[in-house]
């Protein structure tokens, strides 16, 4: 999503339409941001991160994911998967090792810090290409009541927003990676996009 708002203005003759997702055309601050930096300091103030050296991944790591969690996660889904003491602890439990045995330390320092410039609003009217940006309402790193999307599509001269409602498909942040949801979005603004 990030990716689509910068290319829209750093190469607008480049493609025929844009669909960026789960994502707001504005520099990362507020909770955003401030959740971005609790992951970073969670790694990079355990000792065992050795400044990045480290030949084990660092307790750190941990707590950095449990933020990541919050971040990305749908309290109505969660609740569904979980709607119990012990189902929760389990399905915490199992989250955290999934996510131990996939992520390094580094690459998510990297990865978490790397939108600290991120910041494509002053650039906007510069996008040409028909420009439709999906968001979900339980997505919780661009949370549709900060109106950040709604106010910043006016600025694009060929741009649409559409903020999806919350429903049992809807997944929060991870709602970007389920084409089921959004699939018709994309086949009606390629129909309409200009071909170059």
Do not use: C
Not at 16 to 28: G, R
Not at 87 to 98: D, F, G, I
Not at 137 to 154: K, S, T
Request: hydrophobic share 40%.
């Amino acid at each position: 999503g990030m990716h689509t708002w910068v290319w829209g203005y750093t190469y607008p003759d480049f493609m025929d339409a844009l669909m960026p997702l789960a994502s707001l055309p504005v520099e990362i601050a507020g909770r955003n941001r401030i959740q971005r930096a609790m992951i970073l300091r969670s790694i990079m103030d355990d000792p065992a991160w050795k400044g990045g050296d480290y030949t084990e991944q660092p307790p750190g790591l941990t707590p950095a994911i449990h933020a990541l969690m919050f971040m990305v996660s749908s309290p109505l889904q969660w609740q569904k998967d979980a709607p119990t003491r012990e189902e929760a602890e389990a399905m915490m439990a199992q989250m955290v090792e999934r996510y131990r045995r996939s992520l390094d330390a580094n690459d998510m320092i990297y990865a978490f810090d790397a939108s600290r410039f991120y910041d494509p609003s002053p650039h906007l009217e510069r996008i040409e290409a028909p420009l439709l940006a999906i968001n979900s309402a339980d997505d919780q790193v661009n949370p549709p009541e900060l109106g950040i999307l709604e106010r910043e599509i006016r600025r694009v001269p060929n741009g649409r927003a559409i903020v999806l409602p919350i429903t049992d498909e809807t997944r929060g942040h991870g709602t970007h990676s389920i084409p089921s949801i959004w699939g018709g979005y994309l086949a009606e603004l390629l129909e309409r996009a200009p071909h170059r």
